[in-house]
């Protein structure tokens, strides 16, 4: 039972321009929304997260988005840099995390 | 300061095998996760450890198992191996106990190849 769906497997976008990933959940108890970014032979790592109390939460060039009635958040890069290459995951939770699939980001020079 | 360390980082076995999987959380973190990653998806939720005991688990089968030491590392067990079982196994590590709204930290994983 996927809860959460990243519908886009991947994104090119050129450097400097604006990256938009989108995420979507179906589980109206999730709490906590977080958005990680995944290196090839590495860990997940932590990026930029938001409580369902609040509606944007931003931190240097990333901003989160979420829109709890259409149960849909999105992640904001602005702007684009050649090291944002990278599998993103949304991940939402409620005592427990569940992953999206993922979004492969391609930042072109 | 050390993230998450896990080993054997590869390692490859045979249908019915057994296979133990071993983590040692960031410094200062008291709690470990396991995922299961399979390849394009993300990563699924096995079991979380807590005081060294078992506080959650996803909808994985009795064949995988676990525990964590006093020192807060951990261990997953996998028994019965299944082709379906070949897949990236992350272990995650936060402080503050098991609130989902802990920000994990996570190891670069160990892949399982079951032939």
């Known amino acids: 039972d996927q809860q959460v769906k990243q519908n886009s497997p991947s994104l090119s976008v050129q450097e400097g321009r604006i990256s938009i990933l989108n995420c979507d959940y179906t589980?109206?108890?999730?709490?906590?929304f977080l958005w990680y970014k995944k290196y090839p032979a590495e860990g997940p790592t932590f990026l930029i997260s938001i409580s369902s109390i609040k509606d944007k939460n931003e931190d240097g060039r990333f901003t989160v988005f979420l829109n709890k009635s259409a149960k849909h958040l999105s992640l904001h890069i602005v702007p684009s840099q050649p090291g944002d290459s990278a599998v993103y995951f949304c991940?939402?939770?409620?005592?427990?995390?569940?992953f999206g699939a993922g979004t492969t980001v391609t930042v072109r020079a | 300061d050390a993230g998450v360390t896990q080993s054997p980082t590869h390692l490859i076995k045979t249908r019915g095998q057994q296979v133990t999987l071993r983590c040692s959380p960031k410094s200062g973190h008291d709690t470990v996760s396991w995922y299961q990653q399979a390849l394009g998806q993300g990563p699924q939720f096995i079991f979380q450890y807590y005081e060294e005991e078992e506080r959650q688990r996803g909808n994985f089968p009795d064949r995988f198992s676990g525990h964590q030491f006093p020192n807060y590392s951990s261990e997953l067990n996998v028994n019965a191996l299944l082709l379906g079982d070949s897949a990236l196994y992350l272990c995650a590590s936060n402080g503050g106990g098991t609130s989902g709204a802990n920000v994990l930290t996570f190891g670069a994983g160990s892949r399982l190849t079951v032939l």
């Open positions: 991940a939402a939770s409620y005592y427990k995390l569940s």
């Open positions: 589980n109206s108890m999730f709490d906590y």
